[in-house]
């Protein structure tokens, strides 16, 4: 059976909770490492290596440089691992202030400048975007599917009816108003933004009344551009499907509600790197 470890960095282990529930695995896989659910100090060599959270501080980094020798194959998992996470958000200047004071530090580790993704640091063989990903995804990786097919979006997963006649002028709020479970978000004015999202999660949150937040990452269409390109892509979708002002759109789009995920569309370009291949992610 194939040897596989599970590393956390900063995260908050919802990541392990998903694969956990992916039984899968179990009869196949030997898990070798993985501190929510067992105590070992040292990742032995495995296959297969999935890590989740982001680079946060000098003890992240230690243990993601170590771990990375000992495996054959390395998968970023989550919005953590790929995109730095809630905690990359914003400016942390307090807070990092406050564990590098000698006299309050109590013996933590440095607290780096930001919490950057881990492919900053390490090569990565694969990506496993969402927040957590699905135990099917999870189930995919490990196994290694070659006929695996992810759909190119939500959207297409979704498949709620789109009514040419139904065309909100103002969005709604994502608690607000009575959802119609046959419907598409969109045409009922909800901010969902699955048309350029990732597929592959099954559209569990659209089919449950739930707009897309893009925890998926950008499609393909969307991975090697500039972020500006998915802003008017989605601009496009509304003015084709509702009477909404543009401006009304774009001001959502920059909302906290859509801030953790929404970064992760200008990430893949705008990082100062090579934009990661979309060969390369789940």
Known sequence: MKRFAVLQLSGCSGCEVALLNAE???????????????????????EILLISGG?????????L??????????????????????????????VNEIFLNEADRLHLPDILP??????????VDLYLPGCPPTPDLFMAVLEEKPDLKIARTVCQECGLK?????????????QQGEV?????????????????TRGGCQAICTLAGNPCVGCRGPSDAFIEKDSQVWFKSIQRVFSHMTDIPGTEIDQALRSPQLSMFLFQFADYAD??????PKEKVI
């Open 271 to 276: 990082i100062g790197q090579a934009p990661r």
């Open 114 to 123: 930001t919490c950057r993704p881990i492919d900053t640091e390490v090569d």
């Open 65 to 94: 440089r170590r771990a990375v020798c000992k495996a054959d194959q390395v998968i970023a998992v989550g919005t953590c691992a790929i995109s730095g996470g809630v905690a990359n958000l914003g400016d942390r200047q307090a």
């Open 180 to 196: 119609l479970s046959d419907i598409c978000l969109v045409n009922q004015g909800y901010l969902c933004i699955g048309t350029s």
């Open 55 to 63: 680079i946060r501080s000098e003890v992240d980094l230690y243990k």
């Open 162 to 174: 789109k009514e040419r006649d139904m065309r909100p002028k103002h969005l709604l709020g994502f």
């Open 24 to 46: 899968q695995w179990i009869d196949n896989y030997d898990l070798e490492y993985m501190t929510l659910v067992m105590s070992a100090y040292e990742i032995p060599e495995v």
